[in-house]
């Protein structure tokens, strides 16, 4: 009889590593859930009861994901803006990148 987890495990997959890869998927194409969407989309995707104690790990995993985008995207569109300088208030002079985030 093919039960879970242990027929993920008998191709070489873990709970953890599994619901974290598939929320990391899910927060890239499904920008913006939270609370009780998180745990719909858990259910849909995760039908076993046997899943259901990962439900925790995957809304931690998609809001770490769901962070890091933003982040990364911010990154790399700071390392394609032009540099400027300017002066402060003070005097000083300022470089840096104009940056604005959504």
Known sequence: MNTYPRICQEVGLDCETCTEGTAR??????????????????????SDPACSTMHGHFAKAYMAASVEA?????TA??????????????????????VAVA
Do not use: D, N
């Open 77 to 98: 569109v700071a390392r394609k803006l032009p540099h400027f300088e300017r002066k402060s208030a003070t005097g000083m002079e300022l470089a840096g990148a104009m």
């Open 25 to 46: 998927h899910l927060a890239k194409v499904c920008k913006g859930l939270h609370g009780k969407m998180i745990g719909q989309m858990f259910v849909q995707i995760y």
């Open 70 to 74: 933003p982040m990364a995207l911010a």
